[in-house]
């Protein structure tokens, strides 16, 4: 199975700021990484698919990219309803393979 | 609009089979796959396994032995089905489709506690 080691598990950041999500597969996955945000008591929701292309509606203060099997989630001007949870996910190869989540928090 | 909204009982007492539902409306089963992810409480997403447009099916090696995913088309629903459950399967159990790949719409979600 494909290992998708997601870092940090919780980051504290100002509003304002830039934050950056982590994860690295352990083998390629040819860009098929997918970013979600999930709000407590809700369902995940995509945010970035193919690693870097933005699902409609999401802001364009989400954005994804990738350096070899490492991919990132960067959100910038960071607002307080982005203090939620993410989750990276391969789409590349069964079984699909989650990160562990980033819970984000506003300081 | 696409909608999936899942169904099933809350409690089930263990060594049990869970049966869920999914029901489905604002796009076609044979040309979509519908999966299913859990989520035990407080914790991360698992790939349970999905049905595809075609019919076929792929289920997570870890949970294959116990797992069965089946559809009905006419009324555009998807069952999950999974015996022999513990108290470590407690989780939400979502339904979720796919066009190509990533999982674009998801269910709200049904909460399944294993106890006697």
């Known amino acids: 199975d494909i290992q998708m080691t997601q870092s940090p598990a919780s980051l504290s950041a100002s509003l304002g700021e830039t934050v950056t999500i982590e994860c690295l597969a352990s083998e390629d996955i040819y860009s098929n990484l997918a970013w979600y945000q999930q709000k407590p008591g809700k369902s995940p929701q995509l945010l970035i698919y193919d690693a870097s292309s933005l699902q409609d509606g999401v802001p364009s203060r989400f954005s994804g990219s990738e350096s070899g099997t490492q991919y990132s989630l960067e959100i910038n001007s960071l607002q307080s309803e982005d203090a939620v949870t993410y989750f990276c996910?391969?789409?590349?190869?069964?079984?699909?393979?989650f990160g562990s989540g980033t819970k984000l928090e506003i300081k | 609009q696409v909608q999936l909204k899942e169904s099933g009982p809350g409690l089930v007492q263990p060594s049990q089979t869970l049966s869920l539902t999914c029901t489905v409306s604002?796009?076609?089963?044979?040309?979509?796959?519908v999966h299913w992810v859990r989520q035990p409480p407080g914790k991360g997403l698992e790939w349970m396994g999905g049905?595809?447009?075609?019919?076929?099916?792929d289920y997570n090696s870890a949970l294959k032995s116990r797992l069965s995913i089946s559809r009905d088309t006419s009324k555009s629903q998807v069952f999950l089905k999974m015996n022999s459950l513990q108290t470590d399967d407690t989780a939400i159990y979502f339904c979720?489709?796919?066009?190509?790949?990533?999982?674009?719409?998801w269910g709200q979600g049904v909460m399944v506690t294993v106890s006697s």
């Open positions: 604002g796009f076609s089963l044979t040309s979509n796959s």
């Open positions: 979720t489709r796919s066009g190509d790949g990533p999982f674009g719409d």
């Open positions: 049905i595809w447009g075609d019919g076929s099916t």
């Open positions: 996910q391969q789409h590349h190869d069964y079984p699909f393979t």
